[in-house]
């Protein structure tokens, strides 16, 4: 099992050509996976939640794109959630990435794709 604290660092992006590198805050800690994107207007990169295995979009601003991920940071299920719905627990995520709504499109994000995490 990984061991992150909470940080910035860059979730790289595996699956086209040229890796994509997306700014990361790693969100470990109970009181940081509880705040989240919480009463943010918006998200320069992605946010990991971990360990996580589902979320909540109550009290939030803006709709995001939200990955499941297994334990070997593989992409097991991508949604959309506009504010104020509950995500249904994934029974194999171990960890749950958090962008802008759209921005997983962009960079690629989709069921099978692995990722990876460089702190410094």
Do not use: C, Q
Not at 66 to 72: E, K, T
Not at 85 to 112: D, I, T, Y
Request: charged share 25%.
């Amino acid at each position: 099992m990984r061991r992150w604290r909470d940080r910035r660092g860059s979730l790289v992006i595996h699956g086209s050509e040229e890796p994509v590198i997306v700014p990361l805050e790693l969100a470990t800690s109970y009181r940081a996976r509880s705040k989240g994107l919480l009463g943010r207007d918006g998200l320069d990169g992605a946010i990991l939640l971990s360990p996580a295995n589902s979320i909540h979009t109550f009290r939030m601003r803006m709709p995001i794109d939200v990955a499941y991920l297994d334990r070997r940071l593989t992409v097991i299920a991508v949604r959309t959630m506009p504010p104020g719905r509950l995500g249904l627990p994934r029974l194999r995520s171990r960890h749950v990435l958090e962008a802008e709504a759209g921005a997983m499109a962009e960079w690629g994000v989709r069921v099978g794709t692995r990722v990876s995490v460089e702190t410094s």
